[in-house]
């Protein structure tokens, strides 16, 4: 399966993305796949060829969304640092737009540990949301991805906000951040909780995760500076080569609806 799903990507998308003259990569994102693809048959590294895939994906949603005189550009330089940001949309009018794409994969991991640790978190649960799961129905599973995810997007954030705080004036644009499922380890509401959380600096009410949230980001040393301009949701199932969903600047219903 994961050979098939490769050579579909070769087959479909990198031959879309290689004629769309919006699109400036120098072959780069295409060659990185090839690369890590030989890495993957060398030594069984298949995540790093899933990254680089949702990144592909990613590239022809961007696209798909580019009026026809904008440009994209893959991992342009950024004056003054060696750290990039993935893609760079640059409008006919000049202006910059970044997004930086993440995977979110939590492992699935059924052990009396990541039970345990669950049943930690549930103590502190807010009077008005709780997860509930079932031991014995893989619940330490279930909510490891979840809390797992939460932790992913509080550091891949902190990690977007370090590299935009370096882009230079005369480069600056808005910065999001597109972080990607398989659409079955994590969920677009877990991103709508976590985003209304960001841009206010207070949970919603029906946050489950909101006391575990303010104790890991104390433990871990973790402030925001709240510099993004948003968060999307790209999800692409393992065996699909194009995204099967994209949600742009997402955020959490209103209080009571």
């Known amino acids: 399966m994961k050979q098939e799903w490769i050579d579909a990507v070769l087959d479909q998308l990198v031959p879309k993305l290689l004629a769309d003259q919006r699109f400036h990569d120098d072959g780069h994102l295409?060659?990185?796949?090839?690369?890590?693809?030989?890495?993957?048959?060398?030594?069984d590294r298949i995540r790093p060829v899933i990254?680089?895939?949702?990144?592909?994906?990613?590239?022809?949603?961007?696209?798909?969304?580019?009026?026809?005189?904008?440009?994209?550009?893959?991992?342009?330089?950024?004056?003054?640092?060696?750290?990039?940001?993935?893609?760079?949309?640059?409008?006919?009018n000049g202006e910059r737009h970044w997004a930086e794409v993440k995977t979110v994969a939590p492992t699935w991991v059924d052990d009396e540990d990541g039970w345990q640790r669950f049943v930690r978190i549930?103590?502190?649960?807010?009077?008005?949301?709780?997860?509930?799961?079932?031991?014995?129905?893989?619940?330490?599973?279930?909510?490891g991805q979840f809390i797992k995810a939460r932790w992913s997007f509080i550091a891949r954030t902190a990690e977007v906000e370090a590299r935009a705080a370096l882009i230079p004036e005369a480069q600056k644009g808005p910065v999001s951040l597109m972080l990607c499922s398989t659409g079955s380890a994590w969920y677009p509401d877990q991103l709508e909780d976590f985003a209304d959380f960001y841009r206010t600096g207070r949970h919603r009410a029906d946050d489950w995760m909101s006391n575990a949230t303010n104790r890991y980001m104390q433990e871990e040393g973790i402030t925001f500076a709240r510099?993004?301009?948003?968060?999307?949701?790209?999800?692409?199932?393992?065996?699909?080569?194009?995204?099967?969903?994209?949600r742009l600047h997402v955020a959490g219903p209103p209080a009571g609806s």
């Open 227 to 246: 510099s993004l301009a948003g968060f999307h949701y790209l999800a692409r199932k393992h065996e699909s080569v194009f995204a099967d969903d994209l």
């Open 30 to 43: 295409v060659n990185r796949f090839h690369t890590e693809v030989k890495t993957w048959k060398a030594t």
């Open 122 to 143: 549930a103590q502190s649960f807010p009077e008005n949301a709780k997860l509930v799961v079932a031991r014995e129905w893989a619940g330490a599973a279930i909510a």
């Open 51 to 92: 990254e680089i895939g949702n990144e592909l994906a990613a590239a022809d949603c961007l696209l798909g969304l580019l009026p026809e005189n904008d440009r994209l550009h893959y991992e342009p330089a950024i004056v003054g640092t060696p750290k990039r940001i993935d893609f760079l949309q640059v409008r006919a």
